[in-house]
C-alpha cells in the first residue's frame, strides 16, 4: 500500500479562535469570619465544530482530522455528490481557467463523495495550516511533490482500496468517487484541525452594506452566481446558469463566501500556475446578506488567513459552511443589493 505520511511541524496560531469557543472555567473564593470557603464553578463549555463554528455537542469533530477531497468542477461533472455536506469548499482555477474544488470534511463524512480529481499546486497552500488528509485521484509530478511538503496524509486512487470506487453509470474520468466516512479511517494518527474563521455570536446583528446576489466572474464559462435566501440565510449557488444541485437534490448554498483576490503565479489558467495565498490582498465577505470588503493577510504558510475590514477589525462570519473564492486579481465581482 502506497502510503504518504510527512514530518512537517506546523505550528498555527489562531488569533480571533478564542471567541468561537465560550467561556472559561471560573473560581469564586468568598471568606466570613474566621470561616473561608473555597467554591468551585464550572461555566458550560460550548462545544463547537472548528471549521463551521456550529454546536458540536458530542465533540466529534475533535476526534476526527480535517479531510479534504479534491473535486472536479466541469459540466461534466455535475451533479456532483457530497459537497454540501462539506464544513469548507474552496474554488481554484486551474489549467485552461476551469476551477476545482478542495472541500475540507470534519463534522460529516458522505458515504459518496465526488467525482474526485488531480492534485494541483494551490493545493499545498491551501491544507497547510488544517493538515490532516488529502485525497485525490493523482496528478503531474510537479503538483504531486508541491502537496508532498505539506503537513497532511495523501490517500490518492492507488492506496484508497474500497475508500474510492468507480461509477459505471458515469464517464470517465469524471466517474472517480470517495468514501469520507472510510478515507477518515485511513488517515492514519488523528491530528483534529484549527479553527480557521472567527464567528459571530448566535444573536450578533448582520454587518455591512446589503448585497442581495453577485457573481465571481471567474473566467472560461466558469462565472458563479450566489443569491441571498433569507428564508434559509444561506447564498444559494447557481453555475453555468442554473442552480448547483446536488446529484442527491440538494441545492448548494453556504452560510458565507468569502472572495479573495489572489495572484496566481505562472500565469491564470496556465498549467503548473498557482495561487499565492501569503501575503495580503482585497477580500470580500458575504455573509447575512451583507458584504464586508477588507484585506486578507497570512504571513506564512503555517498560519490560516485573517480577514480584516477597512478599519481594520476582524470580519467575523456567521456559523455555518463557508466557500472560498480564490479569483485572480484581474477578475471582478459583480454585486446588486438585491436579488
Known amino acids: 500500500?502506497?502510503?504518504?505520511?510527512?514530518?512537517?511541524?506546523?505550528?498555527?496560531?489562531?488569533?480571533?479562535?478564542?471567541?468561537?469557543?465560550?467561556?472559561?472555567?471560573?473560581?469564586?473564593?468568598?471568606?466570613?469570619?474566621?470561616?473561608?470557603?473555597?467554591?468551585?464553578?464550572?461555566?458550560?463549555?460550548?462545544?463547537?465544530?472548528?471549521?463551521?463554528?456550529?454546536?458540536?455537542?458530542?465533540?466529534?469533530?475533535?476526534?476526527?482530522?480535517?479531510?479534504?477531497?479534491k473535486l472536479d468542477n466541469t459540466p461534466q461533472a455535475h451533479p456532483q455528490y457530497g459537497i454540501n455536506e462539506a464544513d469548507v469548499v474552496y474554488e481554484e482555477i486551474v489549467e485552461g481557467g476551469i476551477t476545482r474544488l478542495a472541500a475540507i470534511f470534519n463534522s460529516n463524512l458522505p458515504t459518496k463523495v465526488g467525482p474526485v480529481r488531480s492534485v494541483r499546486r494551490t493545493d499545498r497552500e491551501i491544507v497547510f495550516p488544517i493538515g490532516g488528509i488529502f485525497a485525490f485521484s493523482g496528478g503531474a509530478q510537479y503538483a504531486i511533490t508541491s502537496i508532498e511538503t505539506a503537513p497532511v496524509t495523501l490517500i490518492d486512487q492507488s492506496n484508497a482500496g474500497a475508500a474510492m470506487f468507480r461509477d459505471p453509470t458515469r464517464p470517465p474520468p469524471h466517474n472517480l468517487f470517495a468514501n469520507a466516512a472510510s478515507l477518515m479511517k485511513e488517515g492514519g494518527k488523528v491530528h483534529p484541525p484549527p479553527a480557521l474563521f472567527t464567528y459571530v455570536p448566535r444573536r450578533a446583528p448582520a454587518v455591512g452594506a446589503p448585497a442581495g446576489s453577485f457573481t465571481v466572474n471567474f473566467g472560461s464559462g466558469f462565472a458563479t452566481s450566489y443569491q441571498w435566501d433569507p428564508k434559509t440565510r444561506t447564498w444559494l449557488r447557481s453555475i453555468f446558469g442554473a442552480p448547483d444541485v446536488t446529484a442527491t437534490g440538494v441545492r448548494v448554498a453556504p452560510t458565507n463566501v468569502i472572495v479573495m483576490s489572489v495572484k496566481y503565479y505562472g500565469g491564470v489558467g496556465v498549467e503548473g500556475s498557482y495561487a499565492q495565498m501569503v501575503g495580503s490582498g482585497p477580500v470580500e465577505v458575504f455573509s447575512d446578506g451583507r458584504l464586508q470588503k477588507g484585506t486578507w493577510y497570512r504571513r506564512n504558510i503555517h498560519l490560516k488567513t485573517a480577514y480584516r475590514s477597512a478599519s481594520g477589525k476582524v470580519i467575523a462570519l456567521r456559523p455555518g459552511q463557508t466557500w472560498v473564492e480564490l479569483l485572480a486579481t484581474a477578475e471582478t465581482v459583480s454585486v446588486y443589493a438585491h436579488p
Not at 463554528?53 to 476526527?64: Q, S, Y
Open 1 to 69: 500500500m502506497r502510503r504518504l505520511p510527512l514530518v512537517v511541524v506546523v505550528a498555527v496560531i489562531l488569533s480571533g479562535a478564542a471567541a468561537s469557543v465560550g467561556a472559561a472555567d471560573t473560581t469564586t473564593t468568598t471568606s466570613a469570619s474566621s470561616t473561608t470557603s473555597t467554591t468551585s464553578t464550572t461555566v458550560p463549555h460550548r462545544r463547537v465544530a472548528a471549521l463551521t463554528g456550529l454546536a458540536d455537542p458530542t465533540a466529534v469533530t475533535k476526534r476526527r482530522s480535517a479531510l479534504t477531497i
